[in-house]
């Protein structure tokens, strides 16, 4: 995500982050500042929100027939993406961070809906134990790293220290720091060894989060998504806000951005981070041998073996 910048380098409006912009994109008026004239950087800035605010107003949510239609296509591209991979063997991490409720488990669903379970693998690391809480803290996140030919999906990640962590009090502000200042060392060995490491984090509205969350109270389908902490972390908007500023201040890096997804309408998210995800990766069609089914062979002798079997029943 590209962001403006001051003369020392720091991001433009860095104190507003996204919730102010949008709180902008909402009234498509900026704040008023001192006299005079304003300086590249704030025009830029300026433009820069204008041009969002405009994308958003001009959104139409896509319909079921539509998404299924164009989810299709890009499920056939992944796959060509994924042959590529293991015929290459490209190494490829996706991390997934967000606020509860942002999408984050529907768009890895989506992606991972028509490949290779042994090709697209998902990680989604429980809370440390005891003993993983005495390592070092990417420790226990360095096994799942995709070996050649593999596409490792991370559903949250490492940045559960600059995130949960933190604003929970899992660990200190020191830890949290030390975090966001070594971070970028880990990315940059993982990218210099070949990984190509792509960064998603899923945006969303206060009150889309609100609908989602309240959705899932009732919903047996979806209990088992609204736990304790999801609630204890539901009146701290504003926490949340401030560490994702300071993490996108200190990881987004040249070597591996943020990319940044508005994910209010689920279904235009999700068809945008695939379609991302294709641009992210190079690649073309691998070789493939022209299928044809054999014959089958005869029976011979074989006959079907009159035996009780316990057949499922049929409800349906």
């Known amino acids: 995500m590209k962001k403006a910048k001051d003369d020392k380098g720091a991001p433009a409006d ?3 982050g996204i919730d102010d912009t ?3 994109d909402k009234t498509k008026k900026g704040k008023k500042g001192k006299k005079g004239k304003r300086t590249p950087d704030q025009v830029s800035a300026a433009v820069a929100v204008a041009d969002a605010g405009a994308a958003v107003a001009e959104h139409t949510p896509l319909k079921g027939k539509a998404y299924d239609k ?27 961070e967000g606020r ?32 993983q809480k005495s390592q070092m803290y990417m420790q226990r996140y360095v096994p799942h790293f995709p070996a050649a030919g593999e596409v490792v999906i991370f559903d949250r990640s490492w940045y ?26 880990v990315e940059k060995a993982m990218v210099d060894s070949g990984i ?4 998603f984090w899923l945006e969303v509205s206060e009150e889309e989060q609100t609908d989602r969350l309240k959705s899932r109270i009732d919903d047996g389908r979806k209990i088992w998504k609204l736990t ?18 300071e993490m996108f201040v200190a990881t987004d890096t040249d070597f591996a951005p943020w990319h940044v997804v508005r994910s209010d309408d689920k279904r235009s998210a999700r068809l945008n981070i695939i379609a991302h995800i294709l641009d992210q990766v190079p690649h073309h069609g691998a070789p493939r041998e022209k299928v044809k089914l054999p014959k089958r062979g005869k029976p011979g002798n074989y006959k079907e073996p009159d035996y009780p079997y316990r057949y499922v029943r049929e409800k349906y």
């Open 14 to 16: 860095q104190g507003a």
């Open 22 to 24: 949008k709180k902008r």
């Open 70 to 96: 164009e989810l299709a296509k890009l499920h056939v591209k992944l796959v060509k993406l994924q042959e590529w991979v293991k015929f290459k063997g490209l190494k490829v991490c996706i991390v997934f």
């Open 100 to 131: 509860d409720g942002a999408g984050k488990g529907g768009a890895i669903k989506a992606i991972t809906e028509r490949v290779s379970p042994r090709v697209f693998r998902t990680v989604a690391l429980p809370a440390p134990t005891e003993r």
């Open 160 to 185: 559960n220290r600059a995130g949960v962590e933190r604003v929970m009090g899992f660990c200190t502000e020191a830890e949290s720091r030390k975090f966001l200042g070594g971070v970028p060392l």
């Open 196 to 199: 190509i490491l792509i960064k």
């Open 228 to 245: 304790s902490m999801d609630l204890k972390s539901y009146g701290r908007w504003y926490d949340y806000s401030r560490a994702r500023d």
